[in-house]
């Protein structure tokens, strides 16, 4: 008997000290509970932010080592309101972006004089077709068949972007609206508003 009654001292002593612990848990978690309340989510989300752009950074600052013009680039764009968070790495895309687009050439002085001004050894007749094909004017309907057929052409393509698309259905929509507005007769409000 003499043990069981220890046994039953030591289990009472264990559900005192574990309604003990359990109680200063609850305590504990209705205090974490009361600060959670207090800040904001959006304040945490910040700071989050803020550190793992710091971290982002620092790690990137390691790794890089053209140091002097692109670090003064990089300073001098963090320092402008609104891009405090762009990286390096988007700065260099930036600047690459040039060299990758299909349309982009270097050219001397001699060349661009050369595309603004067309020489004049052209042949005169050569010449005549272009005047008479630039006075002709492009109809809305034209415009309409024409950006329409590119807009099919383009939705083919994997690397045309929605932006893209959009900028394209845009003007559409713009030649389609010119060419409707033909079609309406106007009433004299209309030629007030000019």
């Known amino acids: 008997m003499c043990a069981l009654a220890s046994v039953a001292v030591t289990s009472s002593k264990f559900f005192e ?3 003990n612990l359990a ?22 989300r910040k700071s989050f932010h803020k550190i793992i752009a710091q971290k982002r950074r620092e ?23 609104g891009c405090e968070e762009v990286l390096e790495e988007d700065i260099f895309e930036w ?12 050219l001397n002085d001699e060349e661009i004089i050369q595309v603004v001004e067309p020489s004049s050894d052209i042949n005169d007749a050569d010449n005549e077709d ?9 109809s809305h309907t034209e415009g309409v068949q024409a950006l329409t057929t590119a807009l099919k052409y ?14 394209l259905k845009n003007w559409r929509d713009r030649a389609t609206t ?11 409000t209309d030629y007030l508003k000019k």
Do not use: M
Not at 95 to 106: A, G, I, K, R, Y
Not at 154 to 167: A, C, F, G, I, N
């Open 23 to 44: 109680a200063g848990l609850s305590e504990k978690n209705q205090c974490e509970r009361r600060n959670r309340q207090l800040v904001k989510a959006a304040t945490i």
């Open 59 to 81: 790690d990137e600052s390691q790794q890089t080592k053209n140091q002097p013009i692109d670090g003064e680039l990089f300073e001098i764009i963090n320092g402008i309101e």
């Open 178 to 188: 010119d060419r409707n507005s033909g079609f309406l007769q106007r009433t004299v």
């Open 130 to 138: 272009q005047d008479f094909e630039d006075l002709r004017t492009i």
């Open 95 to 106: 600047l690459d972006v040039e060299n990758q687009h299909p349309s982009f050439q270097l």
């Open 154 to 167: 383009l939705e083919q393509r994997s690397y045309v972007t929605p932006t893209d698309l959009l900028l």
């Open 17 to 19: 000290i574990l309604a």
